[in-house]
């Protein structure tokens, strides 16, 4: 095993073959340094690291449940301001939480937006895999519109979910956070970037990393790091970040690609190619050039 | 023994007071009634500077107790306080609290659960979550709740089990008693420091907190908690007696009022006990033999020691301020398992409601039309 | 058991993913020009960049004790020196 890569979070985990988000947690700790503790909602990245007897956690680690990843971090972040101020802890420590969309833009949200609120010392990272795949790829507010889900499948009178994704990067933002930043796994550098900047940030941070799931979005295990690309080269998933309120594009495709490229390359989206679905496919577009051109328009300000 | 001073303060005066002398390092809380007074009180010991411990306002007491997990974890002494809907909802990780064997102690204004909702005393809530793992110790008046806070927390930490004090909403939470107080020091000396063995923030030995254990495991590890829990009596009594040196007040699993030659013995918990006290002095000057046992320790609950305590009495009276549906009381059905015969089993006090000393006396006499103290 | 279900790491408690893989991925030295692209996205982190001939860049080194035979690192790789073979 690379050693490097391997000082918090270890192989043996069960993850997919071909899953996303190990690059990402590795990416996010390995800015973090050793002292660093790492809070976890329950879910796909929760389960696979955590399986009785072993723990592919080589930092410590705390996960309590579904939605509580961001409280649990505030009593850790407090308790070590505390003990610090006791001369009982000396190191200087980071707090991390990793989440699913899930346990953040659903059933986390009220308690990550309490613990920003509260100002604590930590960074919040949402692996954003677009619905519920741990239990089987059911839609959450993460979703992306006309998406086939479990629970919003494609049908005769369903083009699948119906509803536009949530825009928790906006949310995050209106609690008045220094940093909250979007990524993709597939461009490392930049997450390592927003990553350093987040944990040299005092107060709360917010990453959103697009990752893509090779089982429930139905794409070959090799594939993760073409489609998350094209993800950002379509404008679907753009690259930017939010710094004490100023927008900031980090990476923009020279001539974006149509948004089917895209899509073309998952199973979940097979549907919207059909004659019927056309109107769908045009209005996925649609709705991604006007939030690229309102990303556009705010860092230009 | 100390120069203890002579207080008149309500029930959540005293626990916000018996948590100023313990002065742990984290609180973790959310406003409901009746709980208030405490975090207020706590609050205000803190603006003046005289706690350190860092308070953290949550927006939900899920995440109160969320919050109380990562901080118990984490290494520091921890706890919190709720009431009724808040309890009924952290009951999630109020089970994960437990399963986690972390020492968290929690004062809890017991009070009544929606719907109807009502903000008044009764023990629907506690009952809701007495499965959970944690240990519940009753009190009856401010002296019990100040004293008991006390002991909770030693206790926790003694046995690795988060503990919930419990006093009657309104009844106990707000209404002036006279008690005394300790001594600051002696309380913290009394407490110790905590010193967790396996923390979050000790990162030469880094921990994994809260791992998946499946069907070849799952099963063991809650077996191992049972046969944990079944050792918390005995240092809930040595802890009881050892506060008993400080403190001068003596504190058991029950306490017995006049059982010894009691024909019949009736058995409560809580604020009713001070007005069974009085029914059955009224009662004893007219002839009748009547003797109660107030259980302090309802989980773990001590089994033996009641079937020891009751088994002369010919009648045993129950009272459960909390309404099971379909089934036996709360507390007439552990009372009735522990003596292998039926008991009589009343319902009172649901919602605030007030109970009379003649209620009580009626209710021996057999007197009531049916098993409710309406 | 341990108490509260308390665990620490230990990397021989680990399973050994490698029995999963159907595909063995093989790097051809030679080709490989040891831009190390493939390590950061190897999702068991079972790459490693290790010396190969005196003189030239590091190669890329797998770890077949892990690897989930997944494919990424072959898919990635921008002078295509991996090559997924039946395991």
Redesign the interface.
Known sequence: ???D??KHH??????C????F??IV??VLNEAG??V?V?NATGCL??TS????????????????F??AA?????????????K??G??D?K?KFVVFGGDGGTYDIGF??L??AL??GHDFFYVCYDNGGYMNTGNQRSSATPYGTSTETTPAGKQSFGKMEVRKNLIEIVKAHGVPYAAQANVAN?TDLKKKAKKALETEGPTFLLVFSPC?NNWKF???????IAKLATETNFWPLYEIENGKYKITYEPNSPKPVAEFLKTQGRFKHLFSEKNKPVLEQIQRMINEEFARIARLAEE | MTNNKKLALTGGYAAALALKHINPDVMAVYPITPQTPIIEIYSKFKADGEVDTEIIHVESEHSAMSACVGSSAAGARTVTATSSQGLSLMNEVVYIAAGLRLPILMAVSARALAAPINIHGDHSDVMGCRDSGWVQIFCENPQEVYDKTIIGMKLAEAVKFPVMVIMDGFNTSHSVENMEDLDDKIVKDFVGEYKPEKYLLDLENPVTFGPVALQNSYFEFRKDMADDFENIQKEYEKICADYEKISGRKYGIFEEYKIKNAEKVIVAMGSVCGTIKDAIDKMEKEGEKVGLMQLNLFRPFPYKDVKKALYKAKEVIVMDRNLTFGTKQALASEISHAIGKEVKSFVYGLGGRDTFQKQIIDMVQGQLKDNYLL | MERGAIIKHDQSKAPKTGNWRYMKPEVDKEKCIGCSTCVGYCPEATIEMKKYKEGQKDKADIDYEYCKGCGVCAEVCPVKAILMKKN
Not at chain 1, 10 to 15: L, R
Not at chain 1, 17 to 20: D, E, L, T, V
Not at chain 1, 54 to 61: F, G, L, N, R, S
């Open positions: 095993m690379n050693k890569l391997t270890a192989p043996g985990h069960s993850a073959a071909g899953c996303a190990p690059a590795r990416t050793e002292n503790v809070g929760e389960v955590t399986l009785y007897p072993y723990t592919a956690w080589k930092v410590p680690y705390i996960h309590n449940a939605e509580n409280a649990t971090i505030s009593g850790v972040e407090r308790a070590y301001k505390i003990l101020k006791k009982k802890v190191k420590i009220q308690s937006s309490g609120e509260r490392l090779t070959p295990t090799s594939q993760y790091v073409n």
